[in-house]
C-alpha cells in the first residue's frame, strides 16, 4: 500500500480506479496520502467483505452511486469467497472541460477454473447487469469510461455482450500507441504472484482488466497511449498487484456527428442479435440448472424430514433411543443446509429468469429493427449507442 | 385475479402497475386476459418469492430493467416475508408521442408496527435507493412517473427525502379534481381485508401508496384528475385488494421552461438540506445498530466456541458423556447461528455505510451550494431535477 501510494502520487494521474483494496483501512490509509495529489475519493461498501473498488481523483466528483449484483457465486464456496465481497458496479460522475464523464468501475466473478467454470452464469448475468445499469445511468454523459478487472477474456460471451450493447470500445484495440506486456496481458507469468500453473495454457498471460470508452454523438474520443507494468514495479523490483495496471491517456474532441468512429467490425444488427442470443441461451441453462438445484433440495428437505420422524418415534418407543438421539443432531443439519440451499437456488433462478426476460425483449427489439429493412437497423443501434431510440415509435 | 382482470379490462388504463403480485401463476393468467387490451405486460423477478411488481401497458415497453435494494428487513423475521420477496424497483421506458416516459413501480418494506418500528432504518435507505436510482436512469427522460406502495406515510422521512432529493410531485396534493376515500386514504377502515386495529390511531385511514410524477424544463405536467376506491369493489361487493387503487389521469403540454412549476413549498436548499440531514442521521445511528449486532454476535461465537470445546473435554473425559453429546448439538446450532447473525449484521452495516456515504456527499455539495450565494442555490436544485449540474464546475 505504501509503494502503491507513491507510485500514484508519483504518476499523479486525473483518475486512479482500483479493485481488491478489502480493507477499508487501507483505502484510508491510501486516501491521507493522496489527498494533495487527488483532493477526491470514494470507497464502495457492498456485501460482508466489501466490494474492494475505490477510486481515487484529481478533480471533484459530482455524483456518486453503486449497483450491487444480484447474482455473485454461492455461499457455499467459502474458499472462493466472491459471494461474501458483495461485488458490484461503482458510478462516478464527474464535469471535466463542459464535458458530462461517466466513469464506471467494476470487479465481475472469479474464474477459478476455464475448463470447467461453475460462474459461467453468473458472470454473464453479471456482464449483462453491467451493461443495463451503463446503458440506462449513462444517457445524459457525454463520455462513459468503464475500468476494471472484468474476469473476461477478449473473445468472451461477457466481453462480447458487454461491448455490443453498450457499444464500448476497447482501449487496447483502439489506440496506436502501446507499451506493455505482450498482448496487451493484464495477468502475465512474469508476475510473482501469479499462479502460474494457471497460466500455463497461456503462455503471454491473459487479459482480463480493460479501458473501454465511447463518446456520444458529437464528440470522438480516442486512446492517445496505453501502457502497462510488466509483472514489476515500475522502479523497484516485485510487483504491486497480481494483476498489470493499465494506464491510458485519452483524448476527447468536439466532432461533427457523422465523424463519431463506427464500430470496427461487420454488420452490427446481426452481430447483436448473436451475441444476445447466445447470451440467453447461457441464461436459459443457468435457470434450468438453479432449479434443479432447488427441485433436488427440496427432495432432500422431505427425506430429512422422514428421518427426523423416523428418529423421533425410535426415541419414544424406547430401545436403540441413544443411536436415535445421536443421529437427531445429523438429520436436522442435513434439514437445515438443505433449507438454506433451496432458498439460495430458488433465488438464484429469480434472478437469472429477470436477468434473462431482459435480454430477450432487447433481443426481441432487435430482430424488429433488424426485419423491418437495413433502414432502421442502424438508427436502433445508433439509439441503444446514444441512450435514445425514438425511432422505435 | 378474475375480478381484477375483468375490471382492468374495462377500465382500459394507458398503464397498469401492480404490486404484491406474489405468484406468477397470477401474472401470467393476467397477462392472457388483458393481452387484447393491454398487448405490453412485464413481471419483475427477484428475490426468493419474487418483488410482486409488474406492468401492463396500452403502448409498447421500449426498455426495462430492475434494481433489487440491498436492504430489506431480516431473513430470521420469517414471519414478516419482506426480506424473502427481494423488495426492488422496476423501470419502464415509454416513447408517447414524442415523449420519452420513464415509469417507476416499486413496493418497500412494510412497516408492522409504527410506535416501535424495527425497519424503518432499512426504508429510509431504500428511499434513498429509490430516489438515486431513478435521479441517476432518468436524466434524458422527459416525463418521470414513480407509482407504487411506499409503506410510507406524506410527512415521513421517506417520504420526503424521495420528493426533496427527486424533485417528484404528490398527484394527491396537485390535482384540484380528486374523489375517493377521505385524505386519498389507500387503507382505510371500510376494506374488509384490513386489520381494523392497526388503523385505530387513524380514523380514515392511511395513505401510503402514490403516483409521484415530475417533467423536464420544457415540459409541464399536472394531475386532471385522480379517484380512488373506497374499501369496496367498484362494481360488486369486496374489495379487490387491501389496499385501494389509484387511478390518475396525467396531462402533458410543452411549455417555455419558465412555466415550469416551481417547487412548492418554501426555501428550497434549506429545505433539502435538513432532510438529508435527517436522514443521514438515521442511517449512522443503523449502521452502529448494525455494529452492534455484529459485535454481539460474535461474542457469541466465542461463547459457543468455548462450550463445544468444553463438551468435547467432557466427552473425552468420559463419566457425563451422555449430557455432553446431548448438549453437543444446540451448541454447534448457537455457534452457525451466531455465525448467520454475524455475517447479516456485517453485511447490514456496509450497506447502511454504502447509502451514508452518498448522503453526506450530496448534503455537502448542497451546503456548498447554499453558502455561495442564492444565486447558485436554484441552480443546484434545477441541475439535481433536471439531472445535469454543470454549474458545479
Request: charge should be negative; glycine fraction near 10%; aromatic fraction near 10%.
Amino acid at each position: 500500500m505504501k509503494r502503491l501510494g507513491d507510485f500514484l502520487n508519483m504518476e499523479s494521474f486525473d483518475l486512479a480506479l482500483l479493485e481488491e483494496v478489502w480493507s477499508e483501512q487501507d483505502f484510508q490509509h491510501l486516501r491521507q496520502k493522496l489527498l494533495p495529489t487527488y483532493p477526491a475519493a470514494h470507497y464502495f461498501r457492498s456485501g460482508i467483505i466489501g466490494s474492494g473498488l475505490c477510486v481515487f481523483s484529481k478533480h471533484p466528483i459530482q455524483e456518486f452511486t453503486q449497483h450491487v449484483y444480484t447474482l455473485n457465486g454461492y455461499p457455499y464456496m467459502i474458499h472462493h469467497g466472491d459471494w461474501f465481497c458483495g461485488k458490484a458496479v461503482g458510478l462516478l460522475v464527474l464535469h471535466l472541460s463542459g464535458l458530462v464523464l461517466n466513469v464506471y468501475v467494476t470487479h465481475l466473478h472469479a474464474e477459478y477454473n476455464r475448463q470447467k467454470d461453475i460462474y459461467l452464469t453468473h458472470r454473464v448475468a453479471q456482464a449483462w447487469e453491467l451493461a443495463q445499469f451503463i446503458h440506462h445511468t449513462s444517457k445524459k454523459a457525454d463520455v462513459v469510461l468503464l475500468c476494471g478487472d472484468l474476469n473476461l477474456h477478449p473473445k468472451d460471451l461477457g466481453c462480447r455482450l458487454l461491448k455490443e450493447w453498450t457499444g464500448l470500445h476497447d482501449a487496447y484495440l483502439e489506440t496506436r500507441d502501446f507499451k506493455g506486456s505482450e498482448e496487451g496481458c493484464t495477468m502475465v507469468p512474469e508476475n510473482c504472484y501469479v499462479n502460474q500453473r494457471e497460466l500455463e495454457p497461456f503462455p503471454f498471460g491473459i487479459r482480463i482488466d480493460y479501458v473501454l470508452y465511447k463518446a456520444v454523438s458529437g464528440f470522438y474520443i480516442s486512446c492517445k497511449t496505453l501502457r502497462t507494468t510488466t509483472g514489476h514495479d515500475p522502479h523497484s523490483g516485485s510487483p504491486l498487484s497480481d494483476h498489470e495496471a493499465l494506464m491510458a491517456t485519452l483524448c476527447v474532441r468536439h466532432s461533427p456527428p457523422q465523424h463519431t468512429p463506427s464500430p470496427t467490425h461487420g454488420p452490427e444488427g446481426s452481430q447483436l442479435i448473436s451475441v444476445l442470443k447466445e447470451a440467453w441461451r447461457e441464461l436459459d441453462l443457468g435457470v434450468a440448472q438453479a432449479r434443479w438445484w432447488a427441485t433436488f433440495a427440496s427432495y432432500v428437505i422431505g427425506l430429512g424430514l422422514l428421518l427426523l420422524a423416523f428418529l423421533c418415534a425410535l426415541a419414544a418407543g424406547g430401545g436403540v433411543r441413544e443411536v436415535a438421539i445421536l443421529l437427531w443432531t445429523p438429520s436436522v443439519g442435513l434439514l437445515l443446509g438443505a433449507g438454506a440451499v433451496y432458498l439460495f437456488h430458488m433465488q438464484e433462478a429469480k434472478g437469472l429468469s429477470g436477468a434473462r426476460a431482459e435480454l430477450q425483449h432487447v433481443l426481441g427489439r432487435a430482430r424488429e429493427a433488424q426485419d423491418s429493412g437495413p433502414e432502421s437497423q442502424p438508427a436502433l443501434l445508433l439509439g441503444q449507442q446514444e441512450g435514445d431510440g425514438t425511432e422505435e415509435q
